[in-house]
């Protein structure tokens, strides 16, 4: 399926967007959080600061290199399953947190959906921040238990011969989806196949990927 479905986002992310227009619960316990660590000198705001400078470095691209080299390397690849912080670490990709990275890899016969029912837990660490859709309320509620029709709204249309596993993230623990490698890329260098990849393909909304986003690379 190609990616060329942005029209669908757009009508996607304003379904979506309806619910969050004055502060929520946890956006106001925050900001007094904040102000106590503050207040008892426990918190710089120069470390938010710098926080968000790092948050600022982080995007898709990082992911991207991830999945090529997974693509082009057997046994990156075993390692990348096995351990995806170490993995990322291995490519220069540093995390800074605690929280540990599973990687769900798709197949003919299983594709995964990430969600995060609590809030809105992703791997920015390779993906920099999430898309507001990814944090409304009703993705992460129908996203387990209508997953096909939440999948069916982005245009992708999972067999019904293919099991969906959806994983739900935590505090400590995040995962990123290995898309499958395109058909008849094998000639491809390394910038073409990150061209390639995008990030509803690691959040798991898309299944096939674009080849023509490679042949331009």
């Known amino acids: 399926m190609s990616e060329g479905h942005d029209h669908d986002h ?3 992310e304003a379904s979506y967007a309806a619910d969050d227009e004055m502060p929520g619960y946890f956006a106001i316990m ?3 959080v904040e102000e106590l660590l503050f207040e008892r000198k426990l918190l710089e705001p120069a470390e938010i600061r710098r926080q968000i400078e790092v948050l600022d470095t982080r995007n898709e691209a990082l992911g991207a290199r991830v999945v ?3 693509w082009t390397d057997p046994a990156y690849r075993e390692r990348l399953l096995a351990d995806g912080k170490a993995a990322c ?3 220069g990709i540093s995390f800074y947190d605690e929280t540990g990275l599973i990687v769900l890899e798709n197949t003919e016969a299983v ?3 990430l969600v995060c029912t609590l809030c809105s837990c992703y791997p920015r660490p390779v993906l920099g921040l999430p898309p507001d859709w990814y944090k409304q309320k009703p993705y992460r509620a129908r996203a387990v238990y209508e997953p096909r029709k939440v999948l069916a709204e982005f245009g992708t249309i999972i067999p019904e011969d293919v099991e969906i596993r959806v994983s739900d993230s935590t505090a400590m623990v995040r995962f990123l989806v290995l898309p499958q490698r395109p058909p008849g ?3 491809y260098d390394l910038g073409q196949l990150e061209a390639l990849v995008t990030r509803d393909a690691m ?3 898309v299944r096939e990927l674009d080849r023509s986003r490679g042949s331009r690379a």
């Open 68 to 70: 090529a080299r997974a």
């Open 111 to 113: 594709h995964n959906l």
């Open 30 to 32: 925050e900001a007094a």
């Open 185 to 187: 890329t094998e000639h």
């Open 10 to 12: 757009a009508h996607h």
């Open 203 to 205: 959040i798991g909304v």
């Open 89 to 91: 670490e291995e490519l």
